[in-house]
């Protein structure tokens, strides 16, 4: 797409309510384009609606109508979730219609540089980081994108003198086309979201759209430990700034002895994180300062440090925002103690990748609670981790049956399933209950699904806030 302001007097349609859908909307309408909004649910379902009517926008729910998308439809700007298979969209595709994400068109809008983070894991977490940081080296960065504040909004407030932190999905990406961060960021790539993109290659692809309109004068930070990031590495054109817990970089930020395989942070706690460059290394904090435990958080503060680094930050600023860091929340979150059970709260685990990370980052016997939505796996990837560090699985979901197979098969004599109760949050209050009849005392609850949310709640920050709920409640 060209920028916003060309499109005045002209067709744009915005596929999808929601936030981001309102504030793309409300810019193109602000420039003078003939703006329509659609989105399936019903008018009653779509609050949202109603505010962008009084600006005079056209809105149509309940459904897509027929001629939604026209012959002289400029513009369809599609909400990210929504799959490419939906009518609208294939109809754009067919008429040759460009089809973007809010991600495009604020994109144009910022006058800041943008930071863009992507992954399959620590995307929400690295980006918190990222900004904590910037912060404390006095650069002025606004948080936006998939961890909250529609990017559209921030690029509108955001002054050149900024930095615009972006949490990216894939499914955001796939739909861009000039987007151009100053820095990509890319954590990670685990098999997840593959019903939304029919395969590993296009779920690679999206992701590599991060860096597709680099040069020279940006920066791409890549996990090195990652064998599909470093493989991207060969067609990047921006300046590489690695980042790894297991090799000694001759440049990018590293750690010091790398860990070796298998080995957790607690076994070597006088690791140093430490920026290598040409003219030498700077070191930076030790592992065993970092704020919030795991290794896979490692990995998460080393990336910010690499992003924040490209932005300009003095190292010297990074190491006090690294030690009081305090995670956020759905992420290994500390909830409460009950009854001498400590209860966990890792709703944005919704792969199984991202669970077995959180597993091993906590000490201790663990009664886990997962499942959810069914996106085709049999999640025997989890057979090990079940085998070596979980005492007892309570499962609920789409994919109890499946989660519980594996419990199962892995030795687990203490497998629970939950089967759906009058609501969704009845039923996820049964499944805490379960488990902590299931947990002894010094044990931890770890709610961490390895599954998507949207089978029995609208977000995994729902499911979350029920579970911190139920235990707080016990």
Known sequence: M?????????????????????????????????????????????????????????VICGGHPEGLITADTALLVKNPGIPYTVEPIARASELGVEIVTEVEVAYWLSPAPIIGITGSNGKTTTTTWT????????????????????????????EPDNWLVAELSSFQ???????????????????????????????????????ANLTEVDTAVLNWDDAVCRQLADSV????????????????????????DGETEAEAPARMIVWRRAEGGTEIVRVDELGIPGKHNAAN??????????????????????????????????VAVKNDVRYYNDSKATNPTATTMSVRSLQGRIV???????RGSDYMELLPLFKERVAAVVAVGETRAKIA???????????????????AETTLRQAVREAALLAQPGDIVLLSPACASWDMFESYEQRGRIFKQSAHTL
């Open 173 to 211: 990406l796939k739909g861009t086309n000039a987007f151009r961060p100053r820095v990509a960021v890319l954590l990670n790539l685990a098999e997840t979201h593959l019903d939304y993109h029919g395969g590993m290659d296009d779920y690679v692809a999206s992701k590599a759209k991060l860096f």
């Open 237 to 260: 054109k921006a300046k590489l700034l690695p980042f790894s817990l297991k090799h000694k970089l001759a440049e990018g930020v590293c750690v010091e002895p790398p860990f070796r």
């Open 301 to 334: 503060a080393l990336a910010a440090i690499a992003a924040s680094l490209a932005a300009g930050a003095d190292p010297a600023a990074l190491a006090a925002p690294l030690r009081d860091f305090r995670g956020v929340e759905h992420r290994l979150e500390f």
């Open 2 to 58: 060209n920028h916003p302001e060309s499109y005045k007097g002209q067709r744009v349609v915005v596929l999808g309510l929601a936030r981001s859908g309102v504030s793309v909307a409300k810019v193109f309408h602000g420039i003078g384009a003939e703006v329509v909004v659609n989105d399936r649910k019903d008018r009653e379902s779509s609050p949202e609606a109603s505010e962008l009517e009084t600006l005079g926008i056209t």
């Open 405 to 423: 197979k594996v419990a199962e098969l892995a030795g687990l004599r203490s497998v629970k399933t939950v089967d759906p109760l009058e609501d």
């Open 131 to 158: 900004g904590e940081l910037l912060r404390a080296a006095g650069l002025k960065p606004i948080i936006a994108g998939n961890i909250g504040t529609p990017l559209c909004e921030a690029a509108i407030a955001a």
């Open 368 to 374: 886990l609670l997962a499942g959810g939505l069914d």
